[in-house]
């Protein structure tokens, strides 16, 4: 769901994108197009020797050892300045190529803890740790392995194109996407002190709803806030016999869930993206046995602080108030908790985004580059444009589908395997194909030789 009008979207970034007005140069003409897609193509047989590597070998959050140990290792055989153990296993990795802008590169790094069951030849069978140290399975269901190879593919693309942009470029690896922690951990361990602060990130994520290779840009919010919330509901226990005695928290609970759904229908002014989710309800021990509390886990998406401060803030009004309307004392009132971080939403800037769909339109063509919808998924890409430097971002995605599977998929009404599903196999070859070049591309037109 957009937050405004394609209309009204398309005069904003009209005007803005006046300040960002691409140089005109040689890194869009068909010379350099040929030239970078014939040194994708001599690379490809290594890059997917690495993705499919790195697809059967997957880790975790915060427990990325072995995959950043390997992009460090690349980007130095590239000459690139490289520090690892940036934000926990974060790796960060520098090339000053003369005078001109910085651009930042961000790709993660991390699995989910999934056991895969796509089938393909490569697939991960790992049993790996977690952050507590228990066994788990993993699988790399949110192509965060197609990421990292990416990475290293535009890498060599750039690095052997040095002649053709002046500037600093910085690519990271980052830890932790999925539990929404790697990117303020490298921002805490001073990705933006200890090196330089760039003018520009950037960053691709690749998606299964899309035809492989193509590309999907948002100006605006791409991704969503999401705030995980704990409501606490506390009652008064008793005998399931003699329910008068007592204060039943699982009936208090049961109304507070479906009061909480009017906050989006009755609350929000029509039109207004938000989402309101109760994942959990967990109370009781026996069935003739009112229990003394009630725990409820919920996930709330918008796309706007404002909104997302209106969703806590309900919630703890309609959680309090339906416990003092069943009768519930002041000191059992339910207890509304936050969790201490977030993902906030993720907004492109619209003038940077602008900018560089002219130049994946040279690129890939115009038939390969779509105006998308924002997500309600989280991304902590997001917190590489919201610190005081306010740098502009763009976060864009690459489709990772087999075109024939999609239509056949509209036609039949079939679901196709997303992200985050254990049945989700990237097309490898045109998906990394087409997400090294529209990094390349956009990287080459923001540090272009002036």
Known sequence: MNLRSLATRTLATT?????????????????????????????????????KDLHANPELSFMETRTAALVAKELRSLGFEVTEKVGNTG???VLKNGPGKTVLIREDMDALPLTEKTGVPYASKALVKDLAGKDSPAMHACAHDSHVTTLLGAAR??????????GTLILIGQPAEEIGAGALAMLTDGLYTRFPVPDYVIGMHVWAGLPAGTVAYVPGPVTANVDSIDILVRGVGGHGSRPHTTKDPVVIASEIVLALQTIVSRELEPGTPAVVTVGTFHGGTKRNIISDEVKLELTLRSYDDAVAAHLIASIKRISENIARA???????????TAAETN???????PALTQRLVGVWREWLGESNVALGKALTVGEDFARYGRTTHRVPICLWLVGATAPAE?????????????NHSPLFAPVPEPTLKGAITSIS????DLLAKR
């Not at 591309?441 to 080459?444: D, S």
């Open 15 to 51: 005007a803005l994108a006046l300040t960002f007005a691409p140089v005109v140069i040689s890194a869009a003409d068909a010379a350099l197009r040929d030239v970078v897609a014939k040194k994708i193509s001599a690379e490809y047989p290594s890059l997917e020797a690495i993705y």
């Open 343 to 349: 993902t906030p939403v993720c907004a492109n800037d």
């Open 441 to 444: 591309a956009a990287t080459l």
């Open 157 to 166: 693309v750039l690095v052997s194109l040095r002649d053709r942009w002046s």
């Open 326 to 336: 069943a009768g519930v004392p002041a000191d059992r009132l339910p207890i509304v």
């Open 406 to 418: 999609i239509a056949d998929a509209a036609r039949t009404g079939a679901v196709l395997a997303s």
């Open 91 to 93: 790796v960060v990795a």
